[in-house]
């Protein structure tokens, strides 16, 4: 079974930067492309970035581009997103998922069959 588990999340100022993090097993980084929502409250789950299973490709979110990198330590089987310049909108449980179809859209969460539990990220002064 596919295992996902993020961490890094934290409360920080405006301006700030934060690295989360997302640790798989049960698959290897070379099959799944990973991706990062996020919910606030009241919320859908909206997508953040995705990094595809052979690094060709990496995705943004329009909100987040220019702030944010993804990236990956496959010695490590573990996901990073590195935030920069945060801001208050960027509060939110921060998850990491499981991409199964590299044809499809990845902002859609259909096309993820593995979450991991989120970490809360909060951005306030």
């Known amino acids: 079974q596919a295992h996902l588990v993020e961490s890094g999340g934290g409360l920080v100022q405006p301006g700030d930067s934060l690295t989360l993090s997302c640790v798989v097993s049960g698959f290897t980084l070379d099959h799944y492309g990973i991706g990062w929502f996020r919910q606030a409250p009241g919320k859908e789950r909206e997508a953040v970035s995705l990094l595809t299973y052979n690094e060709g490709g990496k995705y943004y979110a329009d909100s987040v581009k220019g702030r944010f990198t993804i990236s990956r330590d496959n010695a490590k089987n573990t996901v990073y997103l590195k935030m920069n310049s945060l801001k208050p909108e960027d509060t939110g449980v921060y998850y990491c998922?499981?991409?199964?179809?590299?044809?499809?859209?990845?902002?859609?969460?259909?096309?993820?069959?593995?979450w991991g539990q989120g970490t809360q990220v909060t951005v306030s002064s």
């Open positions: 998922g499981r991409n199964t179809n590299p044809f499809g859209n990845w902002m859609m969460w259909y096309e993820y069959d593995y």
